[in-house]
């Protein structure tokens, strides 16, 4: 089993940045790529971005590219989400995933694809 918990979202104003942090913990060798997502009220969780731990490959949703980046430190089993010029739309809980997939080269944007979850962090931006 493999444990994630985030931190870092909080109530921010637009322009602003904010980083996010994912602590994985359990059995963090048998995940090869970190993700993650967004659920914003009333609408569908949506992919953010995600990472191969080994392959430093990284994938963003057109939404926020340019202005998030994720980031890694396998030595301290974590993940970051640089977030940058913040925007009222970017209100939303936002999950950190992990794919236990070995096979997967490109990190998935599907969120069926990402066995471990966390329990979210809250990011509110006020304009």
């Known amino acids: 089993q493999v444990q994630l918990v985030e931190s870092g979202g909080r109530l921010v104003q637009a322009g602003d940045s904010l980083r996010l942090t994912c602590a994985a913990s359990?059995?963090?060798?048998?995940?090869?790529?970190m993700g993650w997502f967004r659920q914003a009220l009333g609408k569908e969780r949506e992919f953010v971005a995600a990472?191969?731990?080994?392959?430093?490959?990284?994938v963003y949703a057109d939404s926020v590219r340019g202005r998030f980046t994720i980031s890694k430190d396998n030595f301290k089993n974590t993940v970051y989400l640089q977030m940058n010029s913040l925007a009222p739309e970017d209100t939303a809980n936002y999950y950190c995933?992990?794919?236990?997939?070995?096979?997967?080269?490109?990190?998935?944007?599907?969120?069926?694809?990402?066995?471990?979850w966390g329990q979210g962090t809250q990011v509110t931006v006020a304009s």
């Open positions: 990472i191969h731990r080994t392959r430093d490959i990284t």
């Open positions: 359990g059995r963090t060798s048998s995940t090869y790529i």
């Open positions: 995933a992990a794919d236990r997939n070995p096979y997967r080269s490109i990190p998935s944007r599907r969120s069926g694809d990402y066995e471990y």
